[in-house]
Structure formats: C-alpha cells, structure tokens
C-alpha cells in the first residue's frame, strides 16, 4: 500500500517549455487534489477532481492544466513554464464522507529557470 | 486575505514538556480542520483532525481544541519529543459537496524540541 506517489521527485525547466507531473493512489479515494507550496508559505490549492470525470480550479489555477485519467490517477500539466511556478508540488487524495483525512504524496520540486 | 493564520513562525520546547501550536481562522463557514506535519523534502503527514461539532480530539500524544466562537484551535502535543521537530500546519476545510478536502492552509510553525 503506497498511498501517494508523485513522479518526477526534481525536475528542472527552461522558460517556456511544457512538462506533466504524475500523481497516483491507491487508497480507493474519490477526491484529488494539486497544491503548490512555496518558501515561508502554506500549501495553496491550484486544482481538485471531485471524482473521476471531473475537475475545478482551485485557488491558483492560471498556468496550470488537470487531467483525472482515472480512479486513482490525477496529473497536472504546465503548458509553458514560467520562473514564478518554481515550487513544490503535492498530490492529496480524501474520501467524500466520513471522517476528513487528506494524504499527500512527497512533493516534486519544480525550478523555472 | 488570509483566512487561516498561525501567527507564531517558530517554537521551542524542551523535550518532555508541553508542546502548543495555535492556528486562528477568519471564515466561519469552515467546518472541519486538521493538523499536518511536515520534514522537509516529505509530503505533509496528517496527525488529526476535529469536526466542528466537537471542541476536542484526543489520539495518543496529541490533542486537538477547537473554540468555535474565538475561531481558534490549538493542538497540544505532550510529552514532546525529539522527533516531533518539524513545521506544523492547521489546514481548514467548508462542509461537503463539491468544497469537501478543498484545504486553506495556515503558514506554518517550526517546532523545536530539545534533548
């Protein structure tokens, strides 16, 4: 049982260019989420899939793309980089009911240059 | 406007005593609010959460205290140890549909536990 999983771990981008981060779990969980955190901050919300065939902009959405492939995949894609989306990254997952327990991935760490 | 705010940056605290993080909240429409702990170069690791029909939550070590009417929360970790050096976040959610897990997040506190 991996929870959430993210790849890339790094990854370095030139001004510009396009890359899409991956983000899986495997806790049966209908709801996903994309935050991004940067130095001296809390998390920020940039988009969230209710459920799979759905998705709604968070608070930071612009710059960003989502894509729930399915149940248990949820990516997030930068059409062309910019410096100021240099931060890390973190995949959540929540079931809707019951209790309120949300699970991160370990982060992808994303530099613009 | 920041509508979740840990307004200490930093803590220290001797090992074995009392550990007490405090999160204040602006939205009275949030109804569910959690604790994450984080080292660095981790994900957040969730440690509890409270609904707003309650004023608290035990589960081992840690507790959480809700006042609803101060909009305030804190979470007392005791005894303190060691390794619970790391940056505590509140994170705060509104009720169900479609804002269910949808977290604003506080800023965060270092914690500092001495040997």
């Known amino acids: 049982n991996a929870g959430v999983t993210q790849t890339p771990k790094f990854q370095v981008l030139k001004t510009g260019q396009s890359m899409t981060l991956q983000c899986a779990q495997d806790m049966n969980h209908n709801s996903m989420y994309w935050y991004r955190q940067d130095p001296g901050m809390g998390l920020r919300l940039i988009y969230y899939s209710a459920s799979e065939g759905t998705t709604d902009k968070g608070e930071v959405p612009n710059g960003y793309n989502v894509s729930r492939l399915n149940k248990r995949e949820f990516s997030l894609r930068l059409e062309s980089a910019a410096p100021s989306q240099t931060s890390v990254y973190f995949c959540a997952s929540t079931r809707t009911s019951g209790f309120l327990e949300q699970y991160f991935g370990p982060g992808t760490r994303l530099t613009v240059t | ?115």
């Not at chain 2, 409270?50 to 909009?71: C, Q, W, Y």
């Open chain 2, 1 to 115: 406007d920041q509508q979740v705010k840990q307004n200490s940056p930093s803590l220290s605290v001797q090992e074995g005593r009392i550990s007490i993080l405090n999160c204040d909240y602006t939205n009275s429409m949030f109804d569910y609010f959690l604790w994450y702990k984080k080292y660095p170069a981790e994900g957040p690791t969730f440690l509890i959460s409270i609904s707003s029909i309650k004023d608290k939550n035990e589960d081992g070590r840690f507790t959480v205290f809700l006042n609803k009417s101060a909009k305030h929360l804190s979470l007392h970790i005791v005894p303190s140890q060691p390794g619970d050096s790391a940056v505590y976040f509140c994170a705060a959610s509104a009720p169900g549909g479609t804002s269910y897990g949808k977290l604003t997040f506080g800023q965060g506190t270092i914690l500092t536990v001495h040997p």
